[in-house]
């Protein structure tokens, strides 16, 4: 890093890290909501309703099939997007311990 790295610069790439680890907390919570909800889909009995929520409304499903598939589907996606977020995290991590580095040695 070549320019002059300031207080506010180093501030900015912290708060960026730390909205980024919020935002990884979050997906992991959700994540394992969809764990959660698969593991008690599979130990309901076949025989009993599912019901899904729609807005304010609560409606039986027709096909688990289709809602476990859709479910993890949706987790799938999001543990994609959480490796994408944590990747971005350890990039910014390496540039803040950077740029702490460089501020120290000016």
């Known amino acids: ?11 900015s790439v912290a708060r960026e890290l730390q909205i980024i680890r919020n935002q990884i907390q979050t997906l992991a919570n959700q994540i394992n909501e969809y764990a959660v909800t698969l593991e008690a889909l599979s ?6 309703s599912v019901f899904r929520s729609f807005g304010n409304l609560l409606l039986e499903v027709d096909d688990r099939e289709s809602l476990i598939k859709e479910i993890n589907e949706a987790k799938s996606t999001i543990e994609n997007h959480l490796t994408i977020l944590s990747e971005k995290e350890e990039s910014t991590r390496k540039s803040y311990e950077e740029m702490v580095q460089a501020f120290e040695m000016e």
Not at 1 to 11: G, N, Y
Not at 43 to 48: A, E, G, K, L, Y
């Open 1 to 11: 890093m070549t320019d002059k790295i300031s207080a506010e610069d180093l501030q």
């Open 43 to 48: 130990n309901q009995d076949v025989n009993r």
